[in-house]
């Protein structure tokens, strides 16, 4: 975990003390799960020695990362797990696509890192091009995971225009449809954006308590919430009284713990489509894919501590300014907004939280 302290002006990164998760114990990897990004089952590949992994793709290479062990407590549930359903996993879904790799890649680094039990993590990795399989492959040989395609037609009459043209990708509502696209065995899941880095143990955050709720989330109350909907929203009866009886907070979609089983039981994706249908005519909102999760569970969330994500570090939608972090403990970082780490080091303009994500960056510059 990451503790902060505030100084005058901007956060000072060379004075970040960083808490390492305890040493992992060196025994035989288990064999890596993985599956077609096509055919939606499950691969086990019975000779994976024999086996040489295809290509990378040719416009990225990533260094391999180190192999991660769990520590001893968990070193034996490691070997006994041999698909999606063992109920030791910690299940963790996250978006690829060409423009966020890099820090999709990142973001998986930095959990692996941080884990107690690296070897219990599955990945869900949900993707609208079906050649970034090889990557995660050839980068993480030992990592369980399975890759989603996820249809972009599925939502394309649904986007409306939004602040700015990134907000618009169907790769970035694939997250309403995931009890759809999971196996109906894993009853929870925690999505991530790929703009961030946990510096904590996620099963930390896997094992948090959402009661009835059916999404946990860190709440920000303190943000004026009318914002997020036009005017005509807030003078139309028919849509503000959606909030009677609520205490609706801002939340940040980018980091939340699913129960899927409730998610299945009551039907949200619909719920939400509804809405993004709403929006084509009545443009109720300016903002992406968040508003409509806004209406669905505003002031119906479980409320998750404000360590699990310290967003907004990219700035603000336009600008992506230099953001400062609040005091206290931090356990995942977060480059929500227009501003990626990636881009401002490339640049050479850094922010200087940016010195955070760059240990956790496993891309080779090409020669």
């Not at 060196?26 to 990004?37: D, H, V, W």
């Not at 992994?53 to 070193?75: H, I, L, T, Y």
């Not at 599955?122 to 993707?127: A, G, Q, R, S, T």
Request: aromatic fraction near 12%; charged fraction near 20%; glycine fraction near 6%.
């Amino acid at each position: 975990m990451l503790w902060v302290k505030r100084f005058s002006g901007f956060f000072s990164a060379a004075m970040v003390m960083v808490v390492l998760s305890p040493s992992f114990q060196s025994f035989p990897p288990a064999e890596a799960i993985r599956s077609s990004q096509l055919d939606g089952h499950l691969r086990l590949p019975s000779d994976q020695a024999s086996m040489s992994p295809p290509s990378p793709d040719d416009r990225f290479s990533f260094r391999k990362a180190s192999v991660f062990r769990n520590a001893e407590k968990c070193r034996s549930i490691g070997h006994k797990i041999t698909g999606v359903c063992h109920p030791s996993l910690v299940h963790v879904a996250i978006t690829l696509d060409v423009e966020y790799l890099r820090g999709s890649i990142a973001a998986v680094h930095s959990i692996l890192q941080h884990s107690l039990c690296p070897e219990n993590v599955f990945f869900h990795f949900l993707v609208t091009d079906t050649n970034l399989e090889t990557l995660v492959w050839s980068t993480f040989p030992q990592l369980k995971f399975k890759v989603y395609y996820f249809d972009p037609e599925i939502v394309r009459n649904l986007i409306s225009t939004s602040v700015r043209q990134a907000l618009e990708q169907p790769l970035n509502y694939a997250r309403n449809y995931l009890a759809n696209l999971l196996e109906s065995c894993v009853r929870r899941v925690i999505y991530l954006d790929s703009d961030l880095v946990v510096v904590d143990d996620i099963a930390k955050l896997w094992t948090i308590d959402l009661g009835s709720r059916t999404i946990g989330v860190p709440e920000y109350c303190h943000a004026n919430f009318t914002n997020y909907f036009t005017a005509g929203f807030w003078s139309d009866k028919r849509f503000s009284r959606t909030f009677m009886g609520r205490k609706p907070c801002y939340f940040n979609t980018g980091v939340m713990v699913m129960d899927l089983a409730k998610w299945r039981s009551v039907g949200y994706t619909k719920r939400i489509e509804r809405w993004m249908d709403i929006q084509k005519t009545e443009r109720i909102y300016e903002l992406g894919s968040l508003p409509p999760f806004l209406l669905v569970f505003a002031g119906r969330v479980a409320a998750i501590d404000h360590r699990w994500n310290q967003h907004g570090l990219g700035g603000d939608n336009v600008r992506g300014s230099c953001r400062d972090l609040h005091p206290g403990a931090v356990s995942l970082l977060h480059w929500s907004g227009k501003g990626k780490p990636w881009d401002r080091l490339d640049s050479r303009r850094p922010c200087p939280l940016d010195a955070l994500w760059a240990p956790y960056d496993l891309y080779e510059q090409a020669a």
